[in-house]
């Protein structure tokens, strides 16, 4: 009987076990070790991204280490019970974003995209901290030969970055706005912990910005109940070209007169009028 330890890459060992009778009726055995090396066929990198609005995507590059084409058969993120995937791999009508050719040339990186959805509510997400399992690459393909082979990589993990006690977020803005017409600008406030806050808002003027703040630059928001949000719409006038910081805003509890300061919550692009 044989058997190997059998992983992709690095050093492999071969056992095999020899069972025998000798003439006196005597069992038995003797076993054999051999040691040899292989090369593993892919090497799969991975990367996490996270959007300002707390979206996750996950980014996997899949390299053909092997000289020869292989066909790539499949490859999923499994995730795990925390998060629910969406394969962004396929376009609008379901083909392949890689084409119709399934083959990786040698030498050749692939980039396949995920975006991860938390199935925690937001409450759920602000006391998480630490790492997080966020699922498992299962990668399959064939070699020029029609061998099979399957790659599954470790449980993938996330470091969650701990939240703010108070969490900016521009909710709404236009994408390009014209010079000297005004728009609005939806900023969520949100209250992370389990306390009440009752804020007061400044707006601050950036230096040479093309940017203006329209009415009062300080505001009275009001209370915002514990593990809760409060939406707020702030006017902007362009008066030049470019891209410019909505500028800064300086918040405080009134509760407790702590102060928060965010130097850029968003960007615009503003056009010639």
């Not at 025998?20 to 991204?49: A, C, H, W």
């Not at 991860?116 to 990668?139: A, C, F, R, W, Y």
């Not at 014209?178 to 400044?202: A, I, P, W």
């Amino acid at each position: 009987s044989s058997g190997i330890n059998a992983e992709y890459g690095g050093g492999q060992l071969l056992v095999c076990t020899v069972s025998y009778i000798n003439t006196s009726g005597e069992k038995l055995m003797f076993r054999k070790y051999f040691k040899f090396q292989v090369l593993k066929p892919l090497d799969v990198r991975t990367k996490f991204f996270t959007t300002q609005d707390d979206e996750i995507f996950l980014e996997a590059q899949i390299t053909n280490t092997t000289p020869h084409a292989l066909h790539m058969q499949k490859v999923v993120l499994a995730p795990s019970p925390l998060y629910t995937a969406t394969d962004l791999n396929f376009l609008g009508n379901g083909e392949s974003i890689f084409g119709e050719s399934d083959y990786i040339n040698p030498d050749d990186t692939w980039q396949y995209l995920y975006k991860l959805t938390p199935k925690m509510t937001q409450d759920e997400k602000s006391n998480v901290k630490g790492v997080s399992s966020v699922g498992k690459l299962d990668i399959m393909w064939l070699s020029n030969f029609g061998e099979k082979g399957r790659l599954q990589s470790s449980q993938l993990q996330r470091l969650i970055q701990p939240q703010g006690e108070l969490v900016v977020t521009v909710q709404s803005i236009p994408h390009f706005i014209s010079s000297n017409e005004q728009f609005q600008v939806v900023l969520r406030l949100r209250n992370t912990t389990d306390r009440k806050y009752n804020l007061h808002l400044t707006l601050r003027q950036l230096p040479d910005s093309g940017l203006v703040w329209v009415g009062d630059i300080k505001k009275v928001v009001g209370e915002v109940p514990p593990c809760s949000f409060l939406d707020i719409n702030l006017d902007i006038l362009p008066v030049k070209s470019g891209v410019w910081d909505l500028g800064e805003i300086g918040i405080e509890n009134l509760v407790t007169s702590k102060r928060f300061d965010y130097p850029s919550v968003g960007q615009i692009l503003v056009g010639l009028t």
